[in-house]
């Protein structure tokens, strides 16, 4: 039960909770409750896997900053645990996502979202151009819905996500923000400061917001 709350701590369980249900709703709309849950799952996954390999790629940063609300920091998990379940998660999530009610071309669009989720663990999140991972995948999300029941993305849900999406970016990066300075983690975020980033969030938030309520009146 410790290494299971664990395994949930690690996948920064708060946002992959948000998504999942970002997720089940859209798929609500779309699908029947059965095969909304079944999609809920498969993003559940792909989440699980951008927060694992988030966390065993920052575990040198994490000590550095002792960061004990990090489960590998305080040692309630290995890394090799951790990555075992990782090795398990991933094709499982490819698979859920591409056999299940998304179909071949809308899990692939998803899985597009959970690779950019990873892209940025590994390489965005170091430069200028960290909100892109966060705009395409934040846009992928209910377009996969939407492509699985056989209806063509409308602009407002690409647009309003990614401008949605790269808002949760430069809230996300606020509470580190100066220890990634120190660490030279220099994504866009970083690089503008704090004030700018919350000023961008906030601007980002009206056109996501705006962009949904004005395409659904």
Known sequence: MIKLKALLKASHFGPTLIVTT?????SWYYLNFFESLFVAFGIFTGQLVVGWSNDLYDLADDLKHQRLSKPLVVESINTDYLINWLKIMTPLSFALNLLGPLGL????????GIACGVAYNFYFKFSWMSPLPFAVA???LPSSIAISAGVQPPVWMWLGGASLGVAAHFINVLKDMEQDQQSEIRGLPQRLGSRNSK???????FIGLTTVFMAVI
């Open 105 to 112: 071309e809308g899990g692939l669009v998803y899985q597009l």
């Open 22 to 26: 970002i997720g089940f709703g859209f």
């Open 138 to 140: 934040f846009a992928a």
């Open 199 to 205: 000023v961008a969030a906030g601007v980002l938030i």
